[in-house]
């Protein structure tokens, strides 16, 4: 995993719980980084677990409460980071629907070793979008919440649900439906 993903839930989590709340999961965790990341790095998704299990203990959220708020925070990187990757979009719909075959290839460009989730779609109007999420990490809830600062980047608003078509989650349906443009 990219070591972007951990500096910036680092910095969350410093911003919503504080320092010392940073210090304490990282020190219980036993982290082989150490917990020393840079954004360009590789690192083993064990250690966001582990990160994210802490986290959960000390804050009483669960792991998806908690990706979902990561997912929050990580759109305003995006959007700061990298402008240009969406501001070629007009639509939620759109942008949402491009995640693998546009969004996914600039990844790469920056990061050629990411491990990236896969979107299929199988549906899409104006209005509706259907894709399957997979990934063996099962960060749906992190997926979820970019989906939903997607719609509110865009003054608009949607109705997601998610279906898990696996227990543990690494295979989910998102459907969407576009309820309004403000």
Known sequence: ???????????????????????????????????????????DFTE????????????????????YTYAEHFFGVLISNYPDMISKYNDPMELLASIENHIHVEVRKLYPDAELPTFEILEKTDTKLIMIYRSSRAMHSFGLGLMHKTFEHFNSEAEIHLEKLKPDATEVKFSIMKTNEQ
């Open 1 to 43: 995993m990219k070591g972007i993903i951990f500096t910036e839930f680092l910095e969350l989590v410093e911003q919503k719980f504080g320092y010392d709340v940073v210090d304490k999961i990282i020190e219980q965790s036993d982290l082989p980084s150490q917990g020393a990341y840079t954004t360009v790095g590789t690192y």
């Open 48 to 67: 966001m677990i582990a990160l994210l299990s802490n986290l959960s203990k000390h804050s009483g959220l669960s792991i998806d409460e908690l990706l």
